[in-house]
């Protein structure tokens, strides 16, 4: 089976599994502590934390704090609903082309959401028209389904003239891209950078003010109540370590792999600026491909049709349609994720196994 759907997950690194495990002891070790405990046990497992939040915090700019959440999805739930004073009904401005977690989470705001829109490659226009008296604007650094990089720092100082905040969900990019160095708040996600499920964080800029989503023990400096996995937070801690100590050599293995494999697909379409994009990321499509088929033909591929969570809803991807794609040119497209520890021999026979189903398929 070849992996190739590193923008749903990513596996995970051997350093950061290695790191958790200390940390999930049984009755003999000592490793199981409540971090918030006061006792040795506790203060061991609140090290550990702390090492993990000063790694995390190396993703992030200068001048901020890390408060760790369950997902990246609960990031982006706190800086949304926790900036958003009840009965404010000055708008947000969100691009079109956000995940779900983004754009369903503007939307339950109880104010206006202005979507601006990117144009034919994927983009949005720095100079978009901003609504009078906007909030907060958010956009993404790195697309998920196609991979598109967003001129965030221009959007963010836009944003900062206007008085607004802006929220840059980093999911995608983080630990492979320099950090959107002005927004206020930045979403991150243990398991896109080769960490662990089941953890994310939201940085928040020094002077930005938050509610709490979830209220209790005061953990994470009140902002978010619960006991933290010291294992999940050392996995994640080794993970943004290792893709900052990576970063060089991660994108030039992408470019690498990239190089190849779009060489390898003359006969099929990038979706999305080719330029301005994350080159582990290869959305294609070809004219009346039938992908339900295609996936069924490549079982050995694990591959997407559009992004994780819209895949196997039916409905054509927001992200395509707002490209100007047909439903027809949406649902014919498939997404290709590679990285750190897909080789070269994997991403050559992925294409050339594209090609003939394709092909198998054209002389029906
Ligand atoms: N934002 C983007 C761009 C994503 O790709 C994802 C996950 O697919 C998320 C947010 C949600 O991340 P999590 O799985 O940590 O909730």
Redesign the pocket.
């Known amino acids: 089976m070849i992996y190739c759907d590193y923008?749903?997950t990513t596996p995970l690194a051997p350093e950061a599994r290695e790191a958790m495990l200390p940390w999930l002891d049984g009755p003999d070790g000592t490793g199981f502590g409540n971090p918030h405990s006061p006792h040795r046990f506790g203060r061991q497992a609140a090290a550990a934390v702390e090492l993990a939040r000063d790694r995390v915090a190396a993703l992030f700019p200068p001048g901020g704090r890390v408060i760790f959440t369950g997902?990246?999805?609960e990031a982006?739930n706190l800086a949304l609903r926790g900036s958003h004073p009840p009965g404010d009904a000055r708008p947000v401005a969100v691009s079109a082309i956000e995940?779900a977690?983004v754009l369903d989470t503007a939307r339950a705001l109880r104010c206006p959401v202005e979507i601006l829109p990117v144009d034919r490659a994927g983009l949005v226009d720095p100079a978009c028209g901003l609504p009078d008296a906007v909030r907060l604007v958010a956009v993404?650094q790195v697309n998920?389904e196609i991979g598109t990089i967003q001129p965030v720092d221009a959007l963010a100082r836009r944003a900062k003239e206007l008085g607004a905040l802006f929220l840059c969900?980093a999911?995608?990019g983080a630990g492979k891209l320099a950090p959107p160095a002005e927004a206020d708040m930045i979403a991150v996600?243990a398991?896109?950078l080769y960490g662990p499920k089941g953890i994310?964080a939201l940085w928040i800029r020094d002077g930005v003010v938050l509610e709490p989503l979830l209220t209790g023990g005061g953990q994470e400096q009140g902002l978010r109540s619960g006991t933290l996995s010291p294992a999940l937070c050392a996995g994640f801690g080794v993970a943004a370590r290792l893709s900052t100590e990576l970063l060089e050599n991660d994108a030039q293995h992408v470019e690498k792999l990239w190089a190849r494999v779009h060489s390898l697909l003359p006969e099929w379409e990038l979706n999305g600026s080719a330029d301005s994009r994350w080159h582990g990321n290869l959305n294609i499509r070809r004219e009346g491909l039938d992908v339900a088929r295609l996936m069924s033909d490549l079982r050995t591929i694990a591959f997407s049709a559009g992004s994780?969570?819209a895949s196997g809803s039916g409905r054509p991807s927001h992200v395509l349609s707002a490209l100007g794609l047909s439903a027809r040119q949406a649902k014919s497209s498939i997404r290709l994720g590679f990285g750190r520890y897909t080789t070269l021999d994997e991403i050559e026979m992925v294409a050339e196994s594209l090609n003939a189903a394709a092909e198998r398929q054209d002389m029906r």
């Open positions: 923008q749903a997902s990246a999805t982006i995940h977690a993404m998920n969900d999911v995608q996600s398991h896109k994310g994780a969570c």
